[in-house]
């Protein structure tokens, strides 16, 4: 069976159009040396991709999973503050952002799905847990409760992925 060559960038933050150009000129690069092993073997070719092809899909996967995890955390956040601010007054914003983290969540273990990270895999399946419970929650109480732990299984998950790689967002007021 052949891998899929496909790639698929579903939200990342905008500095994914650099990264595209480089896959585009790391696919030319895969195709220039494809055609050269097929006369003469080229051993960096694995899978019909070279090292730095797989490389770079595995860098803009954790990128875009950390993307969405950082996302959904902040989603997160707020429904934190709005709980323990207003109570239950517009529970139901609370509830959609909380299936806003949960969007969120599953395309992170989408794009996690094909990586040998099991304890991330973990740790956001726990958050989701959590948020499920949150939404099944009777009180803004156990509403914020559950959501702090999610909060904290999301931050768990993201240390995973390795230091140093930060999202700014813009300023505003915008929850979706």
């Not at 954790?62 to 934190?80: E, H, P």
């Not at 156990?142 to 700014?168: K, M, P, W, Y």
């Amino acid at each position: 069976m052949s891998e899929d060559n496909s790639f698929r960038a579903r939200n990342l933050p905008p500095m994914a159009s650099c990264l595209i150009l480089g896959l585009v000129a790391c696919r030319a690069q895969a195709g220039s040396q494809a055609n050269r092993s097929q006369a003469g073997g080229d051993p960096e070719l694995s899978g019909g991709q070279p090292a730095t092809l797989r490389q770079f899909r595995a860098t803009v996967g954790i990128l875009n999973a950390a993307f969405n995890v950082d996302t959904a955390t902040r989603r997160l956040r707020a429904v934190s503050t709005l709980a323990e601010r207003f109570n239950e007054a517009r529970s139901d914003i609370q509830k959609r952002l909380l299936e806003l983290a949960v969007a969120e969540l599953d395309d992170a273990l989408d794009v996690l799905s094909t990586t040998t990270n099991p304890d991330a895999l973990e740790q956001l399946g726990k958050a989701k847990q959590e948020i499920a419970l949150g939404l099944a929650a009777g009180t803004w109480v156990e509403r914020q409760t559950r959501t702090s732990n999610a909060i904290l299984q999301c931050q768990c998950a993201r240390s995973h992925f390795g230091s140093n790689i930060d999202f700014v967002p813009g300023t505003g007021n915008r929850m979706f």
